[in-house]
């Protein structure tokens, strides 16, 4: 059988003949002659699929995991909109995935692999100047109406012109789109350089033409979408809750991508506002599972009678992507911190080994860089040939010993009072022009003293700031420390209104686009992006293009360590400390796999206790 006649099984009476007729159009769409073309089940960024094209399940899911009860969430927040593609509001992220499905799905056991989902298939050439996506013609989605071409190139173009900025930037590179047939897309890529771009289209988000408004797209909403996902949303309490209830018609539930998830009959979204009175919910029972991020809490906080007796069940998982980095985070678009030596400076100041010691259970590590962790991180790496090769037009912003791999963080003597960090941090600020007018740091020029605002939200967060705090008061600096709530503290930090935040960056073994959105120079005045520093750096943006250029692993190693190595140099942030660890805390009433994905954990490979066995 035919791969075209695979594709007419389970069509609606007359959509088959249409795709006959239109056959002649698809072979018109294929590449030009001596592009090589492959049409597989997969698409990995480097190298092949780790799963064959016959597998049944992925090895993190258990596919005989029983199907039913509920799993309740508890999410620190609040949300105002149910619109997940949009900058505006505060959103009910799980949406994404959970009812809003894409053209293809994650392989969470590698770095960047994607298996087929609402497209049977994809194609694309060696050069990976095009791609193309078949649809599963069994795909529909929760109204019973199915999944076609023209939804994709709706999606395509409403996100391209309306979706959150991040999508804004991906989308607007395809040069043409069309749809030979209706369970065919093709997207041109000529001249977009970016070998990553056919995966980013392959995660798009797929909403139905028939059922969204364009003209109130970007305007929040509290009617759940129309999505092809396994769940959809059956209630709403504004502010407090969200509902999903899994559909008994989901056309995806025997997908060898989906064996094994989505086992619960119901998911809701409890929201708290204050992080202590989420903690008192879970000790309760109110909530399900909770990921702890506080070591103190983590170290002597599971005392309650349910943790004692084995109720709930402290989990301890180490995935293999690099490891979570929390970071203070200077906005360099505050006149403040626009100086590089400033930033030098403060760094300079945080005493990591005393906070290590007295607040963390020396439970932490500290690098410098964002990938730590794993091979990508350039953090006491000599730069390779290529890395060189890379900088080489950026050597003025790369100082010698983050290109010789000999740079390290400052390490005081953890008395809370090293001298040697004192004088160098001075002389920098000396240098920015600042001096000590006797306990008081002020500016040589206006002789206005040195002070800005730490806006923190969490305990942990305000306990850092204030340690941070006694460490810049010996240099002469004040600055005050603010505590708001989760949704202010949100708010502010997606429209840059801050001085300094705390923050961390979760990234994966393939950084990609989102390394624009993260700290591209073109992501640095645009509200609702990751670039919270305000980077704008054109060797940060020249190493971003050199590893979506990549044609293989080992040249994608070494552009990643070269952005590495131009973010250090930059001195963005103050690194913090590293989580090498997942901290999950679960009732025994919510079962899980003993297996577990490369990147951690995963909720919706996770099942309720007591349920009869799938069949």
Request: glycine content about 8%; some cysteine; charged content about 25%.
């Amino acid at each position: 059988m035919s791969m075209f006649q695979r594709l007419l099984e389970g069509l609606p009476e007359g959509l088959g003949i249409r795709l006959c007729l239109l056959s002649i159009v698809v072979a018109s769409a294929l590449p030009a002659s001596g592009a090589r073309a492959e049409e597989a089940h997969a698409i990995a960024m480097h190298g092949k699929p780790a799963m064959p094209a016959d597998f049944t399940h992925m090895p993190y899911a258990n596919p005989d995991a029983p199907k039913g009860g509920r799993l309740t969430w508890g999410i620190l927040g609040t949300f105002d909109s149910l619109n997940p593609f949009i900058v505006k509001g505060l959103a009910v992220q799980p949406v994404r995935n959970y009812v809003v499905e894409s053209l293809l799905a994650r392989g969470n056991d590698e770095p960047f692999t994607l298996y087929g989902l609402l497209a049977r298939s994809v194609e694309t050439d060696d050069a990976r100047s095009f791609v193309t996506f078949r649809l599963d013609p069994r795909a529909r989605f929760s109204d019973g109406k199915p999944v076609l071409a023209e939804d994709v190139l709706f999606s395509w173009q409403l996100l391209r012109d309306h979706g959150r900025p991040n999508h804004r930037q991906y989308y607007a590179k395809v040069a043409k789109a069309e749809a030979p047939d209706p369970l065919t897309v093709r997207f041109d890529l000529a001249g977009a350089n970016d070998r990553e771009l056919p995966l980013i289209l392959g995660l798009m988000p797929i909403l139905p033409k028939h059922a969204v408004d364009v003209a109130t797209f970007e305007e929040t909403t509290l009617t759940g979408p129309i999505g092809s996902g396994p769940y959809r949303i059956t209630a709403v309490k504004p502010g407090a809750s969200v509902t999903l209830t899994r559909n008994p018609d989901y056309w995806g539930r025997d997908l060898p991508i989906n064996r094994g998830l989505y086992n619960f009959d119901e998911i809701r979204l409890d929201y708290f506002r204050e992080a202590n009175g989420q903690f008192e919910a879970f000790k309760r029972g109110l909530y399900d599972f909770r990921v702890e991020h506080e070591p103190l809490r983590w170290h002597d906080g599971y005392d309650f009678p349910a943790a004692k007796s084995g109720e709930v069940i402290r989990d301890t998982i180490r995935p293999g992507v690099p490891q979570p980095s929390e970071f203070l985070v200077f906005n360099t678009r505050r006149p403040i911190f626009a100086d590089i030596r400033v930033r030098q400076a403060l760094t300079l100041l945080f005493d990591f080994e005393l906070v290590n010691r007295n607040y963390f259970f020396g439970l932490y590590s500290r690098v410098a860089g964002y990938f730590a962790g794993s091979d990508l991180s350039a953090y006491g790496r000599p730069a390779d040939a290529r890395e060189r090769e890379l900088l080489k037009p950026f050597t003025t912003r790369i100082p010698p010993d983050v290109m010789d791999g000999s740079y390290r963080l400052p390490v005081t003597d953890g008395s809370g009072r090293d001298r040697t960090t004192l004088r160098a941090a001075l002389k920098l600020l000396s240098d920015a022009g600042y001096d000590l007018d006797g306990t008081v740091l002020r500016n040589h020029a206006t002789k206005a003293p040195f002070t800005f605002e730490m806006l923190v939200t969490t305990r942990d967060q305000e306990r850092i700031a204030l340690a941070f705090q006694r460490d810049l008061k010996r240099a002469g600096i004040e600055p005050s420390v603010r505590a708001v709530d989760p949704v202010q503290f949100d708010q502010r930090r997606l429209g840059y209104e801050f001085d300094m935040i705390q923050n961390r960056w979760d990234q994966s073994l393939s950084p990609g686009n989102e390394q624009y959105f993260y700290w591209g120079s073109a992501a640095a005045d645009n509200p609702g992006t990751r670039n919270y520093m305000g980077a704008k750096n054109p060797a940060v943006d020249a190493m971003i293009d050199a590893l979506l250029e990549a044609r293989d692993h080992t040249a994608f190693v070494s552009a990643v360590r070269a952005l590495d190595r131009a973010l250090i140099s930059g001195f963005y942030t103050i690194p913090l400390f590293n989580v090498s660890e997942q901290w999950i805390a679960r009732w025994n009433r919510i079962e899980r796999p003993k297996a577990t994905s490369l990147s951690g954990y995963l909720p919706e490979t996770w099942w309720s206790k007591g349920q009869p066995q799938a069949k």
